[in-house]
């Protein structure tokens, strides 16, 4: 079972053989604690920073308020071998920010790691407006009909136009 | 000039005053919903967001005629947005590029410019803050703390005489700023010229490129498209959709909200969307998350975390038949 484990973690699996050895986990406290070993030691191999202990608990409650649609879903034909690899960290919250380490989350400067719905995810790619013109589209039909945007007034627009405050693969420039 | 001083006057006989600290925090709000649609202005600005900053000059009419305001970015490349009364334009010298919207008139939707209700109450805790003096001007806080991740929290500075929203933080969970406007300097009434709302770049936007929304024809029935899950806290406000004029397809344009902050849904034509694996964007407080569904392409923003539009996004799905 520690052979299959490896190859999970190695994202060798197809999405029916990993949830077999995911619900395995489930059933084998042992394996979970196997799995963290597993991710730790590639994380020290890598060289990734491991945030302290005080994060983990923070991390295992994010984890637990997640919605089941973050996880992967058989309708969903996209999802890589990589994002199945992901789910299965997720589902075992007992192993904390490890995991997300091991799985090469990208850190945001300065601040924890990328939790599940952030951009920097390994199955979402940043997203490039077609030009300026396409995201002030965007932009200006929500601002029209958002009640923070009436609350500021005109000033809000400034934000349509910025060219700064802009995300990994932001369009501004 | 006259109209608005009565208007404000009312407001300040009518509603509770900040100086002497009575009402509670959603009456507030609406005071500044109030003064925002209502008042005539002008001032300068600071938007900060990612460690940067930008400096914009605001100008705001309102009178007989309607309302005329212009924004002018002072830093960096020139851009302009111009307002006269439904019609919204930006002028993008950098990219000759005009991006026209026409607004559904306030009589077509009037959920959207309904008062902010106090049911916000459910999904962030409201309460008032030290005074503080912003641009010179005496202001009162307002914070709106959200009692779950899925949304932002706010600071919120009003002037405490005319209730103009002088400075607005949006922070996160962890309390650090993800965005801010502040007024530098303002003069509240109708002090500007007509002149000051319009345009300084429309006379050298011959041949740029123009990008025209047309006005949203709202929609009646039963939507194609629904969560699969909602999203706890935000309720739908509106459907609409728009042609779009270079290839005469539709957009689908559905907003939920929580009472301040709102998510838009747009669904278009996948040609539309940049790739098949789901991408993603920040822009300010603004987050953006865009994924395939069949044909379609789902692209979600608002004025909440990442979390929040990306579940929008994965909860759509075309109604079964």
Not at chain 1, 30 to 47: F, H, P, T
Not at chain 1, 70 to 77: A, E, F, K, L
Not at chain 2, 144 to 172: F, H, I, M, N
Not at chain 2, 217 to 222: A, I, L, P
């Given at each position: 079972?520690?052979?299959?484990?490896?190859?999970?973690?190695?994202?060798?699996?197809?999405?029916?053989?990993?949830?077999?050895?995911?619900?395995?986990?489930?059933?084998?406290?042992?394996?979970?604690?196997?799995?963290?070993?597993?991710?730790?030691?590639?994380?020290?191999?890598?060289?990734?920073?491991?945030?302290?202990?005080?994060?983990?608990?923070?991390?295992?409650?994010?984890?637990?308020r997640?919605?089941?649609?973050?996880?992967?879903?058989?309708?969903?034909?996209?999802?890589?071998?990589?994002?199945?690899?992901?789910?299965?960290?997720?589902?075992?919250?007992?192993?904390?920010?490890?995991?997300?380490?091991?799985?090469?989350?990208?850190?945001?400067?300065?601040?924890?790691?990328?939790?599940?719905?952030?951009?920097?995810?390994?199955?979402?790619?940043?997203?490039?407006?077609?030009?300026?013109?396409?995201?002030?589209?965007?932009?200006?039909?929500h601002q029209g009909v958002s009640p923070s945007g009436m609350l500021a007034g005109?000033s809000h627009?400034?934000?349509?136009?910025?060219?700064?405050?802009?995300?990994?693969?932001?369009?501004?420039? | 000039?006259?109209?608005?001083?009565?208007?404000?006057?009312?407001a300040?006989?009518c509603s509770p005053?900040w100086?002497?600290g009575g009402g509670d925090g959603s009456e507030w709000l609406n005071r500044m919903m109030t003064a925002a649609q209502q008042?005539?202005?002008?001032?300068?600005?600071?938007?900060?967001?990612?460690?940067?900053?930008?400096?914009?000059?605001?100008?705001?009419?309102?009178?007989?005629?309607?309302?005329?305001?212009?924004?002018?970015?002072?830093?960096?490349?020139?851009?302009?947005?111009?307002?006269?009364?439904?019609?919204?334009?930006?002028?993008?010298?950098?990219?000759?590029?005009?991006?026209?919207?026409?607004?559904?008139?306030r009589?077509?939707f009037p959920a959207l410019f309904s008062r902010i209700s106090k049911g916000i109450q459910d999904h962030y805790t409201v309460r008032v803050g030290?005074?503080?003096?912003?641009?010179?001007?005496?202001a009162r806080q307002l914070v709106l703390e959200p009692r779950d991740s899925l949304r932002y929290g706010y600071q919120l500075w009003a002037?405490?005489?005319?209730g103009l929203l002088l400075k607005a933080r949006t922070v996160d969970e962890?309390n650090?700023?993800v965005e801010q406007f502040?007024?530098?300097?303002?003069?509240?009434?109708?002090?500007?010229?007509?002149?000051?709302?319009?345009?300084?770049?429309?006379?050298?936007?011959?041949?740029?490129?123009?990008?025209?929304?047309?006005?949203?024809?709202?929609?009646?029935?039963?939507?194609?498209?629904?969560l699969?899950?909602p999203v706890p806290g935000f309720g739908k406000i509106s459907?609409?959709?728009?042609?779009?004029?270079?290839?005469?397809?539709?957009?689908?344009?559905i907003v939920f909200s929580d009472g301040i902050a709102a998510v838009s849904l747009?669904?278009?034509?996948?040609?539309?969307?940049?790739?098949?694996?789901?991408?993603?964007?920040?822009?300010?407080a603004i987050n953006?998350?865009?994924?395939?569904?069949?044909?379609?392409?789902?692209?979600v923003l608002g004025e909440v975390p990442?979390v929040t539009v990306?579940r929008f996004?994965?909860?759509?799905?075309?109604?079964?038949?």
């Amino acid at each position: 079972m520690k052979e299959l484990l490896s190859a999970l973690m190695d994202g060798e699996f197809e999405k029916a053989a990993a949830q077999k050895v995911l619900d395995a986990m489930d059933a084998l406290p042992d394996l979970q604690r196997v799995w963290g070993i597993y991710q730790l030691i590639g994380a020290v191999l890598r060289g990734e920073p491991l945030l302290s202990a005080g994060f983990g608990e923070r991390c295992r409650e994010k984890l637990a308020r997640e919605p089941a649609v973050m996880i992967d879903r058989p309708s969903d034909g996209v999802r890589s071998q990589s994002s199945v690899t992901w789910a299965a960290a997720a589902a075992v919250a007992g192993v904390g920010v490890v995991v997300w380490a091991a799985l090469g989350m990208q850190a945001d400067h300065g601040r924890d790691f990328a939790m599940p719905g952030a951009a920097s995810s390994r199955d979402v790619q940043p997203l490039v407006f077609r030009d300026e013109g396409e995201r002030a589209e965007y932009l200006l039909a929500h601002q029209g009909v958002s009640p923070s945007g009436m609350l500021a007034g005109f000033s809000h627009y400034a934000r349509t136009v910025a060219r700064i405050g802009g995300g990994e693969g932001a369009a501004g420039r | 000039m006259i109209r608005a001083a009565l208007l404000a006057t009312a407001a300040l006989v009518c509603s509770p005053s900040w100086a002497d600290g009575g009402g509670d925090g959603s009456e507030w709000l609406n005071r500044m919903m109030t003064a925002a649609q209502q008042l005539s202005y002008s001032g300068t600005f600071v938007y900060q967001s990612g460690g940067q900053s930008e400096t914009s000059r605001v100008v705001r009419i309102v009178d007989e005629q309607g309302e005329r305001e212009r924004l002018e970015v002072l830093d960096g490349s020139p851009r302009e947005v111009v307002r006269i009364n439904d019609e919204v334009r930006c002028y993008l010298p950098a990219d000759r590029r005009v991006v026209i919207e026409r607004r559904a008139s306030r009589r077509a939707f009037p959920a959207l410019f309904s008062r902010i209700s106090k049911g916000i109450q459910d999904h962030y805790t409201v309460r008032v803050g030290e005074g503080e003096r912003i641009a010179g001007i005496e202001a009162r806080q307002l914070v709106l703390e959200p009692r779950d991740s899925l949304r932002y929290g706010y600071q919120l500075w009003a002037d405490a005489e005319s209730g103009l929203l002088l400075k607005a933080r949006t922070v996160d969970e962890k309390n650090q700023m993800v965005e801010q406007f502040a007024f530098t300097q303002v003069v509240v009434g109708s002090s500007a010229e007509t002149g000051d709302t319009v345009s300084k770049l429309q006379g050298q936007s011959s041949g740029w490129r123009v990008e025209s929304l047309d006005v949203p024809q709202e929609s009646r029935g039963e939507s194609p498209w629904r969560l699969r899950q909602p999203v706890p806290g935000f309720g739908k406000i509106s459907e609409s959709v728009r042609r779009l004029q270079d290839d005469g397809g539709e957009i689908r344009h559905i907003v939920f909200s929580d009472g301040i902050a709102a998510v838009s849904l747009f669904v278009g034509p996948a040609s539309r969307a940049s790739a098949a694996k789901p991408s993603a964007v920040r822009q300010g407080a603004i987050n953006i998350y865009s994924r395939r569904v069949g044909a379609s392409a789902v692209t979600v923003l608002g004025e909440v975390p990442m979390v929040t539009v990306r579940r929008f996004a994965e909860a759509m799905e075309l109604r079964q038949p």
